[in-house]
């Protein structure tokens, strides 16, 4: 299995495994916090450890409340408006000899317009720039007697959490509504595990070893006819059939017709026996 696949939490159709990358971001991210919220720690105003990707997850999983300006960065924070100005002015940034200071620094006697290179070859690009970050800056008033503050939005208490960092970073991923119909249900792990590789076609059937030009049975071992694959063996061979009436027989299923099954895949076919209800075969609780 794909190991990202795997590392994806159960309701997004993976296995829940701690991704190490992911997790080491979601630590990283305490120091940023951290110097926000206890800028009397000893290491406050060195570098971090945290990476543009980094800082990215942490903006945008915050909200900053400006106050004097003395926490909250000048160009990579998104103070103005929600919005960083080194995105609303990108050319005014690199064309910045100053990129390093606090909001409270940058604004005083309009310090950040004297940082601006004016000897750089500047275009009509640098100037609507330059216009629209001046424009919103000076909408902007500063209230000296409050400190900036900032609030963890992926939380209920507006703290930073490792686990609240961590889960963000799965934001945006493909729910898998089957899920609920392999881990929520009476079966033993193994069970369970075995039924999310077939439903992935990870089985090693013969079909799959042939293509990695491996030996293998060739047919189907219980109907001696079709080549072996995990749609084969689930849906489509004459003993799975039977077997499958036979179960349907002892257990009064009597809304399921094996016979009348025409999915095209193991996925497709799970996804349709979910959807016949409370009743179907998967989400009963097992034989009495």
Known sequence: ????????????????????????????????????????????????????????????????????????????????????????????????????????????????ISKINIYASLSMDHIRQFISLWTLIRQVNLRHEVEDDIVWNLTENGLYSTNSAYNAQFFGATSAPISSSVWKIWAPPKVKFFAWLAIQNRLWTADRLERRGWSNCGACPLCKSEP??????????????????????????????PDAWQAQSIHSWWANMTKLGKHNLFTLGGPT
């Open 1 to 112: 299995m794909n190991w990202d696949t795997v590392c994806q939490p159960k309701n997004l159709g993976g296995l829940g495994v701690l991704n190490t990358d992911f997790f080491a971001r979601a630590l990283r991210l305490r120091w940023p916090w951290l110097q926000w919220k206890d800028p009397s720690r000893i290491w406050v105003g060195l570098e971090n450890p945290c990476n543009k990707v980094d800082m990215c997850l942490f903006y945008a999983s915050t909200k900053i409340t400006l106050g004097n300006g003395e926490k909250t960065p000048f160009w990579d924070a998104p103070w103005l408006g929600g919005k960083k100005p080194s995105d609303i002015a990108p050319l005014i940034h690199n064309i910045s000899t100053r990129k390093k200071w606090n909001v409270k620094q940058a604004l005083h006697n309009d310090g950040w």
């Open 228 to 257: 072996e694959s995990v749609d084969h063996l689930f849906i489509h061979c004459r003993y799975t059939i039977r077997l499958w009436t036979s179960v349907k027989a002892w257990l009064g299923l009597y809304f399921i017709d």
